[in-house]
């Protein structure tokens, strides 16, 4: 079955930098769209951080992280990553990995992100 799992989180001090991964299995991997969200705490809606193409061409959606957070893929290890620069208190959150089939769309448990002063 399809499963994502996010590894790579951890705490870091402002200015810091973290990479995330999510490693997939039970389907073809490099056929498939994959996107990074987040979700705050305090009942925060969850954020679309960005998504990276089936060819390796990502797009940051989010203005909170364009210029600092990055996202990439490779194919041969069935990995999504994001690379997260000059983070701040405000990235706190669990990062979460999608990709979708058709209407349905399959999540990784999350990691979390802790960035304290």
């Known amino acids: 079955q399809v499963q994502l799992v996010e590894s790579g989180g951890g705490s870091v001090q402002p200015g810091g930098s973290l990479r995330l991964s999510c490693a997939a299995s039970?389907?073809?991997?490099?056929?498939?769209?994959m996107a990074w969200y987040r979700q705050a705490p305090g009942g925060k809606e969850r954020e679309l951080i960005g998504?990276?193409?089936?060819?390796?061409?990502?797009?940051a959606t989010a203005d909170s992280v364009r210029g600092r957070f990055s996202i990439s893929r490779d194919n041969e290890k069935n990995t999504m990553y994001l690379h997260m620069a000059r983070l701040k208190p405000d990235d706190t959150a669990v990062y979460s990995c999608?990709?979708?089939?058709?209407?349905?769309?399959?999540w990784g448990l999350g990691t979390q992100v802790t960035v304290y002063s």
């Open positions: 998504y990276v193409t089936k060819s390796g061409i990502s797009f």
């Open positions: 999608k990709t979708r089939f058709g209407f349905d769309n399959y």
């Open positions: 039970g389907f073809t991997f490099r056929n498939f769209e």
